[in-house]
């Protein structure tokens, strides 16, 4: 039968049965708490890199990165903004990159369309392509994730009232 999850197809490759999964999940509860998160959070990847297969990529390094993590015993709202919170280091870790091999680049050899973001749809999308990653960020997690302040000052590794601030 086919696994119920990545991490269960993951288990059968072996990765997974070296990765001491986090105190509070099992095996079951991580493939319910992926079946919960993974899809918003890729979505959001998705939107903040523009790229599907970058978004699959760098979801599949955020899960990874959470399993070998050493965490304490988290609670739900707490482990979702940490997840969140590699996503988006991912996320800036990319695209500075990217920028570099553009800058260091001779005449655009390492230049890809494959980075640019193209046909994002209407101009919402186009002013906020132009927001620094962090404010895209802010804005993704509390209008389209629904976080809360608390959630995103965890997410984000920054005090509650600075949310507050930053997205006013």
């Given at each position: 039968?086919a696994?119920?999850?990545?991490?269960?197809?993951?288990?059968?490759?072996?990765?997974?049965?070296?990765?001491?999964?986090?105190?509070?999940?099992?095996?079951?509860?991580?493939?319910?708490?992926?079946?919960?998160?993974g899809p918003?959070?890729?979505?959001?990847?998705?939107?903040?890199?523009?790229?599907?297969?970058?978004?699959?990529?760098?979801?599949?390094?955020?899960?990874?990165?959470f399993?070998r993590?050493?965490?304490?015993?988290?609670?739900?709202?707490?482990?979702?903004a940490y997840?969140?919170?590699?996503?988006?280091?991912?996320?800036?870790?990319?695209?500075?990159?990217?920028?570099?091999?553009?800058?260091?680049?001779?005449?655009?050899?390492?230049?890809?369309?494959?980075?640019?973001?193209?046909d994002?749809?209407?101009?919402?999308?186009?002013?906020?392509?132009?927001?620094?990653?962090?404010e895209q960020?802010?804005?993704?997690?509390?209008?389209?994730?629904?976080?809360?302040?608390?959630?995103?000052?965890?997410?984000?590794?920054?005090?509650?009232?600075?949310?507050?601030?930053?997205?006013?």
């Amino acid at each position: 039968p086919a696994p119920l999850c990545p991490a269960m197809a993951e288990a059968e490759s072996g990765i997974l049965g070296k990765i001491k999964l986090p105190q509070q999940l099992d095996e079951n509860a991580f493939c319910e708490f992926y079946r919960e998160v993974g899809p918003t959070l890729w979505s959001y990847i998705r939107r903040t890199s523009g790229d599907a297969a970058l978004a699959d990529d760098i979801l599949q390094e955020t899960f990874y990165r959470f399993l070998r993590a050493d965490l304490p015993a988290l609670e739900k709202f707490q482990t979702k903004a940490y997840l969140y919170r590699i996503a988006s280091s991912l996320i800036s870790d990319h695209w500075r990159r990217v920028k570099r091999e553009r800058r260091w680049s001779l005449a655009g050899i390492f230049r890809s369309d494959a980075y640019e973001k193209t046909d994002r749809g209407g101009d919402a999308m186009r002013v906020f392509d132009q927001l620094k990653t962090q404010e895209q960020t802010l804005l993704w997690l509390a209008y389209v994730e629904g976080f809360d302040h608390r959630e995103i000052a965890v997410a984000l590794d920054l005090k509650e009232k600075s949310v507050r601030v930053l997205l006013f």
